[in-house]
């Protein structure tokens, strides 16, 4: 390692102690606090910001839509096919060591799955199962521009 | 054991449990005066070794949860697993009810079956 990096990482690392943050990984220091640096990595908070920004439904979780690799993202990929929400965009944390951590650091939420509506956290499985069990998902979609599918079997069941 | 935390209630569940259960318990109550806890070791279903203590269920009731939503709920639940949540605990299932929604319904999802996800990666040290 050339001096002028080690000299980079000893500031960096100085810098991170001085925000209590000791010993946590450089790309995650510089995207903390002020972003000066110009945003470290895909767990930075500005690279988060982006990702749950991009669609009115975004989805932190294990695997993919397709093969999820983790029961409790798998409920959350179920519950949206539930309502009809196929078009949203799913994040494999399996993939991204720095999103992972970014992501639980962004909501301060520790675990995975994480559900995004609107740009806003919502929470993970339990509280979307809960709230497609409540009725408050469909209102939530609606507020969204989405017309959930589950209204259409209600409307169905109804003209039997 | 797939079914509801009732069945398990008078079982293997009261009180007893491996370390890291105790803990659950112990915390739990300490933070949240619950009238009703549940703690339920679901790692065996995940694919760790016995004893491994890393995938938890928890049913909570509690009246602290009056008034608020369920994303605030979840995370008094998290703050007082905090360090438990940072270590070993690697999957939490929260229920949060007050005692009235506890009294008006008291069933309980199962977790979800475990797709494998855990056993794909390197745990964490």
Known sequence: MSAAVRAGWRIGAAAAALRGRAGRPLSQAAGEGSGAEGGGGSGSREAVERLVREHPVVVFMKGSPAQPLCGFSNAVVQILRLHGVEDYRAHDVLQDPDLRQGIKNYSNWPTIPQVYLNGEFVGGCDILLQMHQNGDLVEELKKLGIRSALLDAEKDQEKK | MRGPLLAAAGGAMGGAGGPLARTIRAK?????????????????????PPGAETHFGVLVVSGRFTGLPLLQRHRLVHEALRAELAGPLHALQVIARTPQQWQSDPRVPPAPPCLGGSKRERRRG
């Open chain 2, 28 to 48: 739990l109550t300490a933070a949240l005066q619950p009238t009703h806890l549940e703690v339920r070791d679901d790692s065996p279903h995940h694919g760790g």
